[in-house]
């Protein structure tokens, strides 16, 4: 089974989720956890939901900030086979990952993850109305 775990500063994670169900339904497989926002310790909540994983289970950690505390938490985990780490997530990543996992139960690829990464650079671009364009309705779907 693959199983995601999405941890941020804050509230960025379980809004993720929210916003994840509301496009897809519900999201069994994937746990976050918003750090710093109450008393209790991410690393520990971290070891709490390694406690739960199975030893064939995949895992796919992601976290809000490369280089940030929470990515440095689930870091450690990466010596567990079968356990990959994407730090600097966003929505259209997610998506794609929680999406696929419903239909692909036995796990991803590594080329698979690299792909799904290179997608979700590609989902972030700066917009700009040309000046000759005028926005219409059509021009957003």
Do not use: C
Not at 27 to 48: F, K, Q, W
Not at 87 to 100: D, F, K, R, T
Not at 106 to 126: D, H, I, W
């Amino acid at each position: 089974m693959i199983k995601f775990l999405l941890a941020s500063h804050g509230k960025y994670a379980s809004g993720m989720k929210t916003s994840l169900e509301i496009l897809l339904g519900n999201a069994h497989n994937l746990t976050t956890i918003d750090a710093y926002v109450g008393d209790e310790n991410p690393e520990d909540l971290i070891n709490e939901f390694f406690e739960k994983v199975e030893s064939d289970d995949q895992v796919v950690m992601l976290s809000d900030l490369l280089g940030g505390s929470v990515n440095t938490l689930m870091y450690k985990y990466l010596t567990r086979s079968n356990t990959y780490l994407i730090a600097g997530v966003n929505l259209a990543l997610v998506l794609e990952l929680v999406a696929m996992a419903a239909v692909n139960e036995n796990g991803f690829e590594k080329e698979y993850l690299m792909q799904t990464v290179e997608n979700s650079r590609n989902a972030l671009q700066l917009l700009e109305l040309e000046e000759s364009e005028e926005a219409t309705e059509e021009d957003f779907f």
